[in-house]
């Protein structure tokens, strides 16, 4: 299952119709019947609106409303457009001489469903004039009732990255014609898309690198396999390296997190002054100082003994020092395994290592992962954060690639590059939006990692999980009382809905 850029799509048209020998009108057509599908569903009595532009995305509501015209549905059509492409005139004149008629003024209260076909996924700016004011009035009638349908992305939004610089459509459903868009996932995209549908009409893609929507199915096969003849040295050694009096929260998240990831052994190194915080309260974890204090301190003997476990989480709640900038550079020369990076490991990097970060991970001997939240991404790529968010996929793609490290950009929606492959995790809330969710990320990862995986793998399922629990624990107690805790408690359910019935093809993304 992949997500296309707008390029990617109009490349894949483009094939289809030149290699494939499909004509542009019959994907025009076959796009409305999907839509007018769709709209019957989502209104199966009322009178229907269909609301176009001037674009192929209006020739597809024209087809929309002709086809649900004829099934015996009352439909109005509103036009607004000062030139229109040639397929969308063709089916203008269709809807003409079918006895259609279109007008540019919206009625309200009259309608039980809009089908929103005004701009489609190459729209960039903001909606200004006539525009905004019809995206307004359809907003309006949505909170009176109305439903909304949007043809491949809600009229407003930026096609490649999701911003709304103004106002858009707010869909109800979103009907990605052919592949999902990345527009109607990333940034606002992802709260004014609604529920995302697919309408496969044929539209075949060009051998290409696209980024894969994680789903289910894509999870399950990549799951360490566990058999019965199976003890606990199998499923491997994780160490979580973390805390410090200020943040005695995120090691205990972490490792917590880490035991409900299928892990055979895991191990929490805290500073000496915070150990006892620990004693009986994850009476599974093997505990350990990490350094003399209350914060972290390099100690190299300490450090060596790391060395011997399958995956380290090293950086959440240490705070930012040269000390930890120390721990990551020793791990990053000396250890073989999977190293998760996160937070504060990355924070010192940036504060202490910023201009050593090529030499640092060129020579490094372990699969390394990044996980930073956009702000600690903007740190240490120099990038803005304003820059990162129009182009995200972008921007950790050429990251990792620079330096030869796997990165997971946290966010609404997380992206998983290794500067090649390209995953991109939808699943999870506006409950994550708390601090220690990121605690409990880099502890499934850990987990996961020292199971066998690798850490693009190990990313790539954790955040997929994580982001299921979270929705799982919000379906129980809501989005404004979750925390990160309530996230761990609800893993086990996680995998179990990952396990259960993979393939069943049924699961709603």
Not at 17 to 25: A, E, G, K, T, V
Not at 154 to 161: F, K, L, T
Not at 327 to 351: C, I, P
Not at 377 to 384: D, E, I, N, V
Request: net charge negative; with cysteine; glycine share 12%.
């Amino acid at each position: 299952m992949y997500i296309l850029t707008n390029g990617q799509m109009r490349e894949a048209d483009k094939y289809t119709i030149r290699d494939c020998n499909m004509q542009s009108l019959v994907l025009m057509e076959r796009a409305g019947e999907a839509l007018a599908n769709e709209a019957e569903k989502l209104a199966p009595k009322g009178k229907i609106v269909c609301v176009c532009g001037g674009g192929n995305n209006g020739g597809d509501g024209f087809v929309c409303a002709r086809i649900l015209s004829r099934r015996g549905r009352e439909v109005d059509v509103l036009f607004f457009s000062e030139k229109t492409s040639e397929d969308c005139f063709t089916n203008y004149s269709r809807w003409i001489e079918d006895g259609g008629q279109v007008c540019d003024d919206f009625i309200k209260n009259v309608y039980a469903l809009a089908v929103d076909c005004l701009f489609g996924t190459g729209f960039h700016g903001g909606l200004n004039g006539k525009y905004a004011q019809i995206a307004q009035e359809l907003n309006d009638e949505k909170k009176r009732g109305m439903k909304i349908l949007s043809a491949d992305i809600p009229s407003g939004v930026n096609g490649d990255n999701g911003r709304v610089e103004t106002v858009a459509v707010q869909a109800d459903v979103t009907l990605c014609i052919g592949e999902r868009k990345l527009g109607a996932i990333l940034n606002d995209g992802i709260d004014y898309s609604g529920e995302i549908a697919c309408a496969d009409i044929g539209i075949r893609l060009p051998k290409n690198t696209y980024a894969e929507l994680l789903n289910k199915e894509s999870i399950y096969r990549t799951l360490p396999e566990r058999k019965r003849n199976s003890h606990k040295g199998v499923y491997g050694r994780a160490a979580i390296v973390a805390g410090s009096a200020q943040y005695t929260g995120a090691a205990y998240l972490s490792a917590a997190a880490c035991l409900r990831s299928g892990v055979g052994y895991t191990s929490l190194y805290v500073p000496q002054d915070i150990l006892p915080y620990y004693v009986l309260k994850l009476p599974e974890v093997l505990l350990f100082s990490s350094n003399e204090g209350d914060r972290y301190e390099f100690n190299e003997e300490i450090m060596r003994g790391l060395l011997v476990y399958d995956s380290i989480a090293f950086g959440m709640g240490m705070g930012v020092s040269m000390a930890v900038a120390l721990g990551v550079k020793y791990l990053l020369e000396q250890f073989t395994g999977r190293l998760v990076l996160d937070a504060d490991a990355l924070n010192s990097l940036a504060v202490y290592e910023k201009e050593n970060l090529p030499k640092l991970f060129q020579n490094k001997k372990c699969d390394v992962l990044l996980t930073p939240h956009v702000k600690e991404f903007s740190r240490l790529s120099g990038k803005a954060v304003q820059e990162i968010l129009n182009d995200p996929i972008q921007k950790t793609q050429t990251f990792a690639k620079e330096y030869g490290v796997n990165v997971l950009l946290k966010n609404a929606v997380s992206i998983l590059s290794d500067g090649e492959r390209i995953a991109i995790s939808v699943t999870g809330t506006s409950g994550q939006a708390k601090g220690g969710s990121g605690d409990v990320l880099s502890g499934v990862i850990a987990g996961l990692c020292a199971s066998g995986l690798s850490a693009f793998d190990g990313a790539k399922v954790a955040a997929y999980i994580t982001g299921k629990a979270a929705e799982i624990a919000a379906g129980e107690l809501g989005e404004y009382s979750l925390t990160a805790t309530d996230c761990i408690s609800h893993l086990g359910k996680a995998f179990l809905f990952v396990s259960k019935n993979a393939n069943d093809g049924g699961e709603n993304e």
